[in-house]
């Protein structure tokens, strides 16, 4: 893990509503959305790096 991300408790019950609504649209299977939660975040993460690779690569 890069960063700890601490939030308050207006930030935590919106992340709370979120995660529900995600779980929800798994008809509850929370592994399942998990799952798809990893896979998701691995792909942002690719796009990111993408994009801040040739900046890297200029200094």
Known sequence: MDHI????????????VAAEKFVATHQGDVMK???EMIVLNGHLQERL???????????
């Not at 801040?52 to 200029?58: F, G, N, S, V």
């Open 33 to 35: 959305a998990l799952k």
């Open 49 to 59: 790096d993408a994009l801040t690779a040739p900046r890297r690569a200029a200094r």
């Open 5 to 16: 991300v601490r939030l308050d408790s207006r930030q935590e019950a919106a992340l709370q």
